[in-house]
């Protein structure tokens, strides 16, 4: 892809989440918000709850630099599972089905399976603040040509501050080791908005400091659209700032027994 053609599909995503978003302002209707890990890369500091399972799945396709051969990343879909095992412990299992064309060679199968927890650090009701810490075990499973063949783990450290009834701001750092060289650092910082009960758009800075040595930094944006008090749609994109990437994703997020206490 061009770089001239990446830059259309950013703008033209940026119109469509600004569009989308003052349609939903004007025809949605209230319902009660449900808390997900997606579409944002900055993972909640909440967990799904007591007995409560959530499933959260979408299609994202990617493109890696400035050439019509770029490289070309489609996962389709990417399914995140979290089961509540008690108020404030969550276990998550991330099973992902991968399209990568590099230099035109496609590679099609499953990427490494990833299993872990998200644990609830603090959460009080009279407190703005909440923190969870997530980690994840990636199992060496995958598809022969995606597999990295080494186990890996991926850890952050998630807060959020609820600043109003419709502003919010949540962050991550976390540290990424692969079974290779150093590892990566990693970052996040959300603001999300409430536009109402049932419409949330959010803008967010993230990135990586590769092997402790070379930042990547990049730019996403989206929107939420709760259908339902347990179904909740999600549409999203994002570019590289000191690097050529574009993605763009589409999704859902279901949750189940929701009354389990």
Not at 43 to 52: A, D, L
Not at 174 to 181: A, I, K, Q, R, V
Not at 220 to 238: H, I, K, V
């Amino acid at each position: 892809m061009k770089k001239e053609d990446q830059q259309v599909m950013v703008v033209t995503s940026f119109k469509t989440t600004i569009l989308l978003g003052i349609y939903l302002l004007i025809f949605g209707q209230i319902e009660a918000q449900i808390i997900t890990d997606r579409p944002d890369q900055t993972e909640s500091s909440y967990s799904v709850g007591n007995g409560n399972l959530q499933l959260e799945t979408g299609v994202l396709i990617s493109f890696d630099g400035e050439t019509q051969n770029s490289n070309r990343q489609i996962l389709a879909p990417t399914n995140l599972f979290r089961y509540g095992v008690s108020k404030g412990i969550e276990v998550r299992m991330l099973s992902q089905y991968e399209i990568v064309d590099n230099e035109n060679i496609s590679t099609t199968g499953m990427s490494d399976l990833e299993v872990g927890t998200k644990i609830q650090l603090f959460n009080e009701e009279d407190k703005n603040t909440a923190i969870a810490f997530l980690s994840h075990l990636i199992i060496p499973s995958g598809s022969k040509e995606l597999t990295n063949d080494k186990f890996g783990t991926i850890n952050k450290l998630s807060i959020s501050h609820v600043i109003n009834d419709h502003v919010a701001i949540g962050y991550n750092v976390g540290y990424n080791y692969f079974g290779l060289e150093k590892g990566d650092l990693t970052y996040s910082l959300s603001l999300g908005i409430s536009v109402n009960d049932q419409v949330g758009i959010y803008i967010e800075p993230y990135g990586e400091i590769v092997n402790f040595e070379n930042p990547v930094c990049n730019f996403d944006a989206g929107l939420t659209f709760l259908a339902n008090e347990n179904f909740q749609y999600d549409f999203s994109f994002g570019t590289g700032i000191n690097n050529t990437m574009n993605y763009m994703s589409i999704g859902f997020s279901w949750l189940v027994n929701k009354d389990v206490k």
